[in-house]
């Protein structure tokens, strides 16, 4: 089957403009975590939806950026007036719910470049 | 913050096993510990995932202490291509899912 699927794969944009990222996770995965990673650094969670709650958008480091994800599947992370600080790969996993823990898949990310 | 401290690199002979450590001292009841690995420019790949006992699937192995407050993810026969930053988290237990704080991990290289 397929698996976490990310786009753009690249994105270049000027600073103050707005992008939107999109991630498209496993089939059946409920819950779907966005992360961002910049050079050399380790990942920095985002967000997280599960099901029908509430999100948890503890990680968001401004208002600038929002996600979405519409009908329980495919997300959109939004980021509001680019800034330079913002060039990061951005990944996206998925995750089924059950017990036993939960192993988050990730996709191969969309890397942001800022000008 | 991470909840894990592990070696921020080691090396190891290709063939050989590579036995990389993980400390977690305050894990709770109810959390996992995942290992998860990053070869450049990808994006994560998990390896494994335990709560108590001793785990090991076709990419590796997992040995976690009695007291689960450390554990050891074990490559049997490490590879050139297993050269990579290796995770160590804990989190994601029972039925409080949610997101696994990665800290820097091990760099991990495999040498000839």
């Known amino acids: 089957g397929a698996g976490v699927s990310q786009s753009p794969s690249n994105k270049v944009t000027e600073k103050g403009k707005d992008v939107e990222l999109r991630c498209d996770p496993i089939?059946?995965?409920?819950?779907l975590y966005w992360y961002r990673q910049s050079l050399g650094q380790g990942l920095e969670f985002l967000i997280y939806?599960?099901?029908?709650?509430?999100?948890?958008k503890s990680g968001l480091p401004s208002d600038r950026f929002s996600a979405e994800r519409t009908g329980g599947s495919v997300s959109t992370l939004t980021i509001q007036r680019t800034q330079q600080e913002d060039s990061a790969v951005y990944l996206c996993a998925s995750s089924f719910s059950g017990t036993g823990g939960t192993t988050q898949y990730f996709g191969p990310g969309t890397r942001l470049t800022v000008l | 913050d991470a909840k894990t401290t592990q070696p921020p690199s080691m090396d190891c002979a290709e063939g050989r096993a590579a036995n990389l450590p993980c400390n977690h001292s305050?894990?709770?009841?109810?959390?996992?510990v995942y290992w998860y690995r990053q070869i450049h420019s990808q994006g994560p790949q998990y390896i494994i995932h335990?709560?108590?006992n001793n785990e090991t699937n076709e990419m590796a192995s997992l040995i976690i202490t009695e007291d689960r407050k450390s554990s050891t993810l074990i490559l049997p026969h490490a590879t050139l291509r297993d050269t990579a930053v290796y995770y160590c988290?804990?989190?994601?237990?029972?039925?409080?899912?949610?997101?696994?704080?990665f800290g820097q991990g091990t760099i991990l290289t495999v040498h000839p």
């Open positions: 335990g709560l108590k």
């Open positions: 939806f599960q099901g029908n709650s509430a999100p948890d």
């Open positions: 988290i804990v989190g994601g237990g029972g039925t409080s899912y949610g997101k696994l704080t």
């Open positions: 305050t894990i709770s009841g109810n959390e996992y």
């Open positions: 089939s059946g995965h409920t819950a």
